[in-house]
């Protein structure tokens, strides 16, 4: 890896902090230096770190991919999960296994500018879309100008793939991109939005039908709220528990639904993953962060403040919840989190706590991965749910001062 790719991938990483500087969120929430962190936990943080990165390195197919090669997603993740580790931009070097990752998922480029497999005989085919946008920022940490190709026609595919019907669905982004199926949700809208925003330098000149449609997409957003003054459909809620929280898409939440109190009629549950997507999707689209929706997402967040399980959903999803909470809050630019009564949490030392706690060692070879015995959206894969870990650890780590003097 050249000192010019080590730059490269150190910016793009930085970029998913959101506006906020190395330091600047911490001195703006007046916390300690440390975020939190004392000097052994960061010790044993680093020390998870590098056996989930070792792990994933032996679990490598022997054709460059992780798990299915029918999903070059599940690659993608680990590749960006190696490639973020303290330790690999330490050194300014990235193990075999990233350019041995990184060339089967050239290999998965389409013509269309996709990078994904088709898949027959299942709902949503390959998850182009999925697929396309994982890829695209697993690529762009790389920071090698020989992608930059490649990453134009990701961002074009997706932009494609943006819903443009007048429906609920209008705006967002779904797994696949079929025509005749209005359907968006808000997880797959998050991926794409980030891979868009992570990406933006590669297509400066891009014409106006190769431009995603923020306003659109914002909307979109925001109909996957509970805010009556935002959302009118009639599943959103005025139960406090509800407000401001987020579901899948606006016609459905994997929590289910409930019945109000006044029995008037049923509202779709939020849940955890979901309102950090919510809120992380706003971010990315550069909604301000005093914007009535995004406090109401963050007042949501910090009434059901937990670790130890996926808000409204258990374990299912626990994985991607970690994940897309480091990615949220480090975008919101807030070390502390005010909770109901007055307490208050430093949310980088809660997480990194629990998904050191959470570490399993593989008695065989000594190194460390991270499994879901719920295997909800597959993280029973450990090789998902490391690669979901380790980013988790690696966004909550990313602003400690000392990893910034070595």
């Given at each position: 890896m050249t000192n010019r790719t080590l730059c490269c991938t150190v910016l793009l990483a930085l970029a998913m902090t959101g506006p906020s500087g190395l330091c600047s969120a911490a001195e703006e929430a007046g916390t300690d230096t440390n975020l939190g962190l004392d000097e052994s936990l960061l010790k044993d943080a680093l020390h998870a770190v590098g056996l989930g990165v070792q792990w994933l390195d032996q679990h490598q197919h022997d054709n460059g991919c992780w798990s299915s090669p029918s999903f070059p997603a599940m690659t993608a993740l680990a590749v960006s999960a190696i490639q973020h580790s303290p330790q690999v931009l330490a050194r300014r070097e990235a193990p075999r296994?990233?350019?041995?990752?990184?060339?089967?998922?050239?290999?998965?480029?389409?013509?269309?500018?996709?990078?994904?497999?088709?898949?027959?005989?299942?709902?949503?085919?390959?998850?182009?879309?999925?697929n396309t946008a994982l890829c695209a920022m697993a690529l762009a940490d790389a920071g090698n100008?020989?992608?930059?190709?490649?990453?134009?026609?990701?961002?074009?595919?997706?932009?494609?793939?943006?819903?443009?019907?007048?429906?609920?669905?209008?705006?967002?982004?779904?797994?696949?991109?079929?025509?005749?199926?209005?359907?968006?949700?808000?997880?797959?809208?998050?991926?794409?939005?980030e891979a868009l925003r992570r990406t933006e330098g590669v297509d400066l000149e891009a014409p106006a039908e190769a431009r995603l449609d923020w306003e659109a997409a914002i909307a979109f957003v925001s109909r996957c709220q509970h805010r009556r003054a935002s959302n009118d459909a009639a599943w959103v809620s005025d139960e406090a528990d509800e407000r401001g929280g987020f579901?899948?898409?606006p016609q459905k939440s994997h929590a289910g639904a409930a019945e109000s109190a006044d029995g008037d009629a049923d509202y779709l549950r939020s849940y955890g993953s979901m309102t950090y997507a919510g809120l992380l999707s706003f971010l990315y689209a550069r909604v301000d962060r005093d914007d009535p929706r995004v406090r109401a997402a963050v007042d949501w967040l910090t009434r059901r403040w937990t670790v130890d399980e996926n808000p409204g959903m258990g374990r299912q999803g626990l994985y991607y919840h970690y994940h897309t909470m480091a990615k949220a809050l480090n975008a919101y630019g807030r070390e502390t989190l005010?909770?109901?009564?007055?307490?208050?949490?430093?949310?980088?030392?809660?997480?990194?706590?629990?998904?050191?706690?959470?570490?399993?060692?593989?008695?065989?070879?000594?190194?460390?991965?991270?499994?879901?015995?719920?295997?909800?959206?597959?993280?029973?894969d450990p090789n998902l749910a490391t690669s979901y870990a380790l980013m988790a650890l690696e966004m909550a780590l990313r602003q400690h001062p000392r990893l910034h003097d070595e």
């Open positions: 296994s990233v350019s041995r990752g990184l060339a089967f998922i050239v290999g998965c480029v389409r013509e269309d500018g996709g990078i994904y497999q088709p898949v027959e005989g299942v709902k949503g085919g390959g998850m182009p879309n999925y100008p020989e992608y930059e190709p490649i990453l134009r026609g990701a961002r074009r595919f997706l932009v494609r793939g943006q819903h443009r019907g007048h429906d609920v669905f209008r705006g967002g982004m779904g797994y696949d991109q079929a025509t005749n199926r209005p359907y968006a949700d808000l997880s797959n809208t998050l991926f794409a939005l579901v899948y898409h005010e909770l109901p009564g007055g307490g208050k949490v430093g949310w980088r030392r809660a997480l990194v706590e629990k998904l050191v706690s959470l570490q399993r060692i593989d008695p065989d070879t000594g190194l460390g991965y991270w499994q879901n015995d719920n295997n909800r959206w597959w993280e029973n």
